[in-house]
């Protein structure tokens, strides 16, 4: 908590219910108005069913103040299992923190990620992992991550790339097409073994694929010409379900951003990430994402991959010295054991 703020017990926290949409939407889009450079998440579709969407087991908190009808702040959190130092262990990953400007500096913040770390604790016992991520200038939530994680790690980064313009030179014999269930076995053979010695990745099942896609999470896959799958990778099309907006863009940024191409021209960004990526050869996997960059570029205009900066993605994602932004996250965890520095990471998708 910031110095000279008072906890209040005038708030009420309960379980977020589908009803709370239109009272989560104003939240999470209210902002003060800024003189600086800002963003904000707009919402396309009710926020409680973008999460559910995305997260189908997710659970959230809401705070309720008494001198309001709407809500004061929420936060939520999902589960999964999840590879952990040489075990498969239940977690829970914490997101989507959002206390309304009104009500800063009076402790909510603290209350809402107790809920949280209460909520995980009484499900998955002190015997399974917490996380959450943010950029790593995000003072503010480190801060608060402060209070319950026992490490923290800033290996993990992602640089988003705008969509292709142009279609990509597949190699001979690859084509790059929808996951079918078919495929899902050999799918979760292969990303479980290209990932076999990450933290922190989620082990796919032919079952747990199936039951994860829909029109917003959809799988890609490479194959040659005798059928095999060479790569593949998981998409979750945020931009169908929220967008981000930049308003008071500096002039230099504006005129920077003719050539790098750093924001969208319209300052909305409606976003794709990738994840879960795993190939036998880099060649192939470079050829699974420029396709996918060209698939989706109208239905987005920005596509990312969370990666390991240690690890063999960043060559694939064709990351190069001038492609900005090159956002550096730092991850909070609690485990039963502390995590091995010289593994790599992996990360799932946001919620």
């Given at each position: ?53 995305l997260k189908p087991g997710f659970v959230g908190v809401v705070a309720e103040a008494p001198d309001t009808s709407d809500l004061a702040g929420a936060a939520t959190v999902s589960f999964d299992e999840m590879q ?9 990953f914490l997101e989507n923190l959002k206390v309304d400007h009104a009500y800063r500096g009076r402790g909510l913040g603290t209350q809402l990620a107790q809920w949280r770390i209460d909520t995980v604790r009484a ?228 919620g």
């Amino acid at each position: 908590m910031a110095q000279g703020a008072v906890m209040e017990s005038s708030f009420v926290l309960r379980e977020m219910q589908p009803s709370d949409g239109p009272a989560l939407k104003r939240l999470m889009e209210h902002d003060p108005v800024a003189s600086g450079m800002s963003m904000t998440t707009r919402f396309l579709v009710d926020p409680f069913q973008a999460w559910r969407t995305l997260k189908p087991g997710f659970v959230g908190v809401v705070a309720e103040a008494p001198d309001t009808s709407d809500l004061a702040g929420a936060a939520t959190v999902s589960f999964d299992e999840m590879q952990f130092e040489n075990q498969v262990l239940p977690s829970a990953f914490l997101e989507n923190l959002k206390v309304d400007h009104a009500y800063r500096g009076r402790g909510l913040g603290t209350q809402l990620a107790q809920w949280r770390i209460d909520t995980v604790r009484a499900r998955i016992g002190d015997g399974g992992v917490i996380l959450t991520g943010t950029t790593t200038d995000n003072t503010a939530s480190i801060a608060t991550m402060k209070k319950w994680a026992a490490q923290f790690d800033s290996s993990l980064m992602t640089v988003p790339r705008p969509a292709r313009t142009r279609p990509p030179r597949l190699p001979a014999g690859v084509t790059v097409r929808p996951a079918e269930p078919r495929d899902f076995g050999e799918i979760a053979e292969k990303s479980n073994r290209f990932h076999a010695h990450y933290n922190l990745y989620p082990p796919l099942s032919p079952e747990k694929l199936g039951n994860k896609l829909n029109e917003v999470l959809h799988y890609r896959v490479a194959a040659d010409s005798s059928g095999s799958l060479r790569a593949g990778a998981l998409l979750s099309v945020r931009g169908q379900l929220m967008v981000d907006t930049f308003t008071n863009i500096p002039l230099p940024l504006r005129l920077a951003n003719r050539v790098l191409h750093v924001l969208p021209r319209d300052g909305v960004l409606r976003f794709m990430e990738v994840a879960f990526f795993w190939f036998d050869e880099p060649a192939v996997g470079r050829c699974l994402w420029d396709a996918i960059r060209w698939e989706f570029r109208q239905q987005v205009n920005g596509i990312g991959a969370v990666f390991d900066v240690r690890g063999p993605l960043k060559d694939v994602l064709q990351v190069r010295p001038w492609h900005m932004p090159k956002i550096r996250l730092t991850t909070a965890v609690r485990g039963p054991v502390p995590l091995n520095p010289d593994r790599l990471l992996c990360a799932a998708p946001r919620g």
